[in-house]
């Protein structure tokens, strides 16, 4: 597994970007709620388990928690401290009810592949699989999140999609709809780790990996403007508003993903979209 170390530093004090505190070496901040993202910081040196499951914290002390569209109602977060003292918290995560969208008129290749069609999204899936094997150690989001772009929602996360009458997975992204052309920004600082010229789902494509596993997708791009392996700050461009891939307007989907998690990005600390 490869692993992409930045050895920057960071100008803000860590503990300046949580905006909601718990008292102690603890601090918490994000919506508790599926499909939500909450960043953390704890006393370096510690072990964070997330119902037993292991979170990765950075040698400044920051870490991520997500919760996934169907998450259960309730959490159990526990840190060790390295001077041996226990913390334990009970989380509460907010349900919430999703919408039905119904999308027609897609080409019909778009919506049942071919097997030629097959083969190649294969092939693409695999190549987004190895591009999320690296890993960018540094949090690089604590630069904070901006929207990449302007514009209507069109979609939204977790919403049941219906393509030419046929039910699909949950959508899992915002569709921003913005004319033709315009920039699309970083979410937030990164490196590029994928950046694809043409997807057969998803068209011209950009991964950025933010650090410890955050990563935000932008796709059916009309133009890249960087590529993998370059480092992104917060807002700059990366690309510009299209509708290549299976798409049937100009729009921006930008998904949030921590590790296999799907998030909303909607949810995102100092966002507001609608």
């Known amino acids: 597994m490869k692993q992409i170390v930045f050895g920057f ?158 039910p699909r997975r949950p959508h899992y992204g915002v569709d921003i709809a913005a004319p033709e052309g315009s920039n699309i920004k970083a979410a937030s600082a990164g490196v590029v780790i994928f950046a694809h010229p043409g997807m057969f789902f998803n068209g011209k494509t950009v991964i950025i990996d933010h650090g410890l596993g955050l990563r935000s997708t932008y796709i059916h791009m009309s133009a890249l403007a960087v590529k993998a392996g370059q480092q992104v700050n917060k807002g700059q461009i990366v690309g510009r508003v299209g509708q290549t891939g299976r798409a049937t307007g100009p729009h921006l989907h930008w998904g949030l993903q921590l590790n296999s998690l799907a998030l909303d990005p909607e949810l995102l600390p100092g966002i507001l979209l609608r």
Do not use: C, H
Not at 18 to 42: T, Y
Not at 85 to 103: K, N, V, W
Not at 127 to 150: N, S, Y
């Open 9 to 166: 530093i960071l100008l803000a004090s860590t503990a300046g970007v949580f905006d909601a505190a718990i008292a102690g070496d603890l601090k918490l901040s994000g919506q508790m709620s599926q499909g939500g993202l909450i960043l953390g910081w704890a006393s370096p040196g510690a072990t964070i388990t997330l119902d037993g499951k292991k979170i990765r914290q950075a040698a400044s002390g920051d870490f991520l928690l997500g919760f996934s569209r169907d998450a259960k109602a309730k959490a159990k977060l526990e840190i060790k401290y390295a001077d041996g003292t226990q913390d334990m918290r009970a989380l509460s995560i907010t349900p919430r009810s999703y919408d039905i969208q119904r999308i027609d008129g897609l080409p019909k290749r778009k919506v049942t592949p071919s097997a030629a069609d097959l083969v190649r999204i294969k092939k693409e899936r695999a190549l987004i699989t190895k591009a999320r094997q690296q890993i960018v150690t540094e949090p690089m989001f604590v630069a904070g999140f901006t929207r990449p772009v302007i514009g209507r929602i069109s979609g939204v996360y977790g919403s049941q999609r219906i393509l030419n009458g046929k």
